[in-house]
């Protein structure tokens, strides 16, 4: 059963960080290029960051690039989002996916950004 499961959100103030986790299971992400996607209340999927199959090429959203840092860990199964400099407009649902538009993604993680 191919699943994605995304940890580590949480409330945290403006400026702050977060690392997200998304460790996958039923299939080995070393054979895929990798996503993050979010979803702020009352809007859609929004693509944020994908990274290719060995981590070498890593693409953003302008709206989080500098601040935000995609990486994997293959042998490990898992995929990662470093965000600093967290600002209220990233609060969201934020989900791992095999492709941009979201497809195979798990229940995803909250983060809220608020002082």
């Known amino acids: 059963q191919v699943q994605l499961v995304e940890s580590g959100g949480g409330l945290v103030q403006p400026g702050g960080s977060l690392r997200l986790s998304c460790v996958a299971s039923?299939?080995?992400?070393?054979?895929?290029?990798m996503f993050w996607v979010r979803q702020a209340p009352g809007k859609g999927l929004e693509w944020i960051s994908s990274i290719s199959r060995t981590g070498i090429r890593a693409d953003y959203v302008p709206s989080v690039e500098g601040r935000f840092t995609i990486s994997r860990d293959n042998d490990k199964n898992t995929v990662y989002l470093q965000m600093n400099d967290l600002k209220p407009e990233d609060t969201a649902r934020y989900y791992c996916?095999?492709?941009?538009w979201g497809d195979g993604r798990g229940v995803g993680t909250q983060v809220t950004v608020s002082s």
């Open positions: 996916a095999k492709d941009r």
């Open positions: 039923g299939f080995s992400i070393v054979t895929e290029w």
